[in-house]
């Protein structure tokens, strides 16, 4: 069951096969809340198979994954009712508006200002076009708003800040991080090491669908992200 005590997202030994390919191997993450935590690898790492199973959209071949307490296989409603996520490719009813797509997410929810995430995807005049019409830069900016409508306890973001303009990306950053501040997590996925550098507190490393690497970023030293990446990349590859 939820409850105040409970990590925010958790993975207890959490593999994922596709056919003979191991995407992901006995993986155990545990992530309390008012954590931003960014997830980093190569191409092929197990980054998004791992989100694609913590956002329900794959189960896991063995182990489980928890948000808020609550098993994503078993509870899959009531774990996706806390969950705000943009996948690695984010679906939008494509006929609807910006506008529409987003009362259409408020009202499933429940609740969510959709003034405010219009503002924060800043369409402007865009946001009563059909989404069919839009660049995948709007369609990204769009799916975001979407993801943060409600104030969801649990933040899942997929490459998602990837091919965000320099304002909108200063914008959403600003946006997570004040979420974090509240006390909300935010697990933010990405190849970019200097976009985890620069607003993640803790960095998860996986390599070959396994952990290499669980630190806290304010302890790298003068070395940084980008030498621990290399680093334990250049290890697992032995």
């Known amino acids: 069951m939820a409850g105040e005590n409970v990590d925010a997202i958790r993975f207890d030994g959490v593999r994922k096969t596709f056919g003979r390919v191991v995407a992901v191997d006995r993986v155990d993450i545990a992530v309390p809340s008012g954590s931003f935590v ?3 690898g190569h191409n092929g790492a ?47 009813y ?11 997410v408020a009202s499933v929810r429940g609740e969510g200002n959709v003034g405010q995430a219009l503002e924060l995807a800043a369409l402007g005049g865009d946001a009563d076009r059909p989404v069919r019409e839009y660049s995948q830069g709007m369609r990204r900016r769009t799916a975001l708003a979407a993801a ?8 899942v973001l997929d490459e998602a800040l990837n091919g965000l303009d320099p304002p909108t990306a200063a914008r959403v950053k600003a946006v997570l991080r004040a979420a974090v501040d509240e006390g909300r997590t935010v697990l933010l996925s990405t190849h970019v090491v200097e976009t985890v550098a620069a607003v993640a507190d803790r960095v998860i490393l996986l390599a070959r669908g396994r952990v290499v690497a669980d630190e806290r970023t304010a302890t790298l030293g003068p070395r940084g992200l980008e030498a621990l990446f290399l680093e334990r990349m250049d290890a697992s590859a032995r």
């Open 148 to 155: 943060l409508l409600g104030r969801p306890a649990v933040i």
């Open 38 to 40: 960014g997830l980093i």
């Open 46 to 92: 197990g980054k998004t198979t791992c989100l694609r199973m913590l956002m329900g959209l794959l189960r896991p071949s063995e182990g489980t994954v928890r948000v808020l307490g609550l098993d994503v296989v078993a509870e899959p409603l009531e774990a996706r009712r806390r969950l705000g996520a943009v996948p690695d490719e984010p679906a939008i």
């Open 94 to 104: 494509e006929w609807l508006t910006a506008r529409e797509f987003l009362e259409l």
